[in-house]
């Protein structure tokens, strides 16, 4: 069946980069959009961008834009993520979601979920 | 920037109660809108998309409506297992846009 399985928590300080990464089982990886989602202590989620796992194509939301780098490895079936220039506000629950193979379609299948923490 | 508003952002209703909690989009947007539940500690769960499709074994109590600006989410007979917190969803254009959530108690 379909799974998303994330890495690890992580702490970092303010300035450093984090990579997340999402494995994926149990589907065709390419045929798929993968989204990132994060959301902060107590907070609602936030959408961070998408990436075509066919072609690495990706679109950022503005927030983050340039800061934020989103890759796939087809060969293993996995995502990352890259945040760099962190701050305390980027502290929160990152979520890797399945889309559609069409790029306009919600989210069915999430990942557990990556706690990162941010702080000196 | 876009933006998608939820009301109320709680509510409290009794076992059976039917509950409606409503999303509206900044400018008018297609139908391309799902809704999500967040029970506390877990993943978002997806419950209708496209508006008013219910996402395979989610349960018939819960129906979506809504067109241009103005979305709604209805649990008819709510349940126990009901409690979480309810998010709209936009994905029509980048950014996919959440509302800012909804968190369903039992009174």
């Known amino acids: 069946q379909v799974q998303l399985v994330q890495s690890g928590a992580e702490v970092k300080k303010p300035g450093a980069s984090v990579k997340v990464s999402c494995k994926a089982f149990g589907y065709s990886f390419t045929s798929y959009y993968m989204h990132w989602v994060r959301q902060a202590p107590g907070q609602g989620l936030e959408w961070m961008g998408t990436i075509n796992t066919s072609d690495g194509e990706t679109r950022y939301v503005e927030k983050v834009q340039g800061r934020v780098a989103m890759t796939r490895d087809t060969s293993t079936t996995t995502l990352y993520m890259e945040l760099s220039d962190l701050r305390s506000d980027d502290t929160a629950v990152y979520f890797c979601?399945?889309?559609?193979?069409?790029?306009?379609?919600?989210?069915?299948?999430w990942g557990q979920g990556t706690l990162v923490t941010v702080s000196s | 920037d876009f933006q998608m508003t939820q009301s109320p952002s709680s509510l409290s209703a009794s076992v059976g109660d039917t509950v409606t909690i409503t999303c509206r989009a900044s400018q008018g947007i297609s139908n391309l809108v799902a809704w999500y539940q967040q029970k506390p500690g877990k993943v978002p769960k997806v419950l209708i998309y496209?508006?008013?499709t219910l996402q395979s074994g989610v349960p018939s109590r819960f129906s979506g409506s809504g067109s241009g600006r103005d979305f709604t989410l209805t649990i008819s007979s709510l349940q126990p297992e009901d409690v979480a917190t309810y998010y709209c969803?936009?994905?029509?254009?980048?950014?996919?846009?959440f509302g800012p959530g909804t968190r369903v108690e039992i009174k």
């Open positions: 969803q936009s994905y029509n254009s980048v950014p996919w846009t």
């Open positions: 979601a399945r889309g559609g193979w069409l790029e306009l379609w919600p989210f069915e299948y």
């Open positions: 496209a508006v008013s």
